[in-house]
């Protein structure tokens, strides 16, 4: 079983920066692709970047690229999402998730971290 913690969520204004962090334990951590993912008020979840479990492929949802990039440190268990150029459209709540296959929905998620940007 595994076992993902966000971190790194919060306030920010609008043209800055964030960088979100997901922590794994449970499995070999670069056994799987993760993911970011996020939810705003009224919306369904949607998919925001995915990187392999050995980090040589990237996807990136139309609305974040050239703003967000997904990275993966697999000696220390973490996923990183960092974020630029913040708009308050990206205000939401964010989940990391992983995936026994690339581009095949999650099987597990993080409990969600909170980002919102002021206009």
């Known amino acids: 079983q595994v076992q993902l913690v966000e971190s790194g969520g919060g306030l920010v204004q609008a043209g800055g920066s964030l960088r979100l962090s997901c922590a794994a334990s449970?499995?070999?951590?670069?056994?799987?692709?993760m993911g970011w993912f996020r939810q705003a008020p009224g919306k369904e979840r949607e998919f925001v970047a995915r990187?392999?479990?050995?980090?040589?492929?990237?996807d990136y949802a139309d609305s974040v690229k050239g703003r967000f990039t997904i990275s993966r440190h697999n000696a220390n268990n973490t996923a990183v999402l960092q974020m630029n150029n913040l708009q308050s459209e990206d205000t939401a709540v964010y989940y990391c998730?992983?995936?026994?296959?690339?581009?095949?929905?999650?099987?597990?998620w993080g409990q969600g971290s909170q980002v919102t940007v002021s206009s």
């Open positions: 998730a992983g995936s026994y296959v690339f581009r095949r929905g999650p099987d597990f």
């Open positions: 449970g499995r070999t951590f670069s056994s799987y692709s």
């Open positions: 990187i392999s479990s050995s980090g040589d492929r990237t």
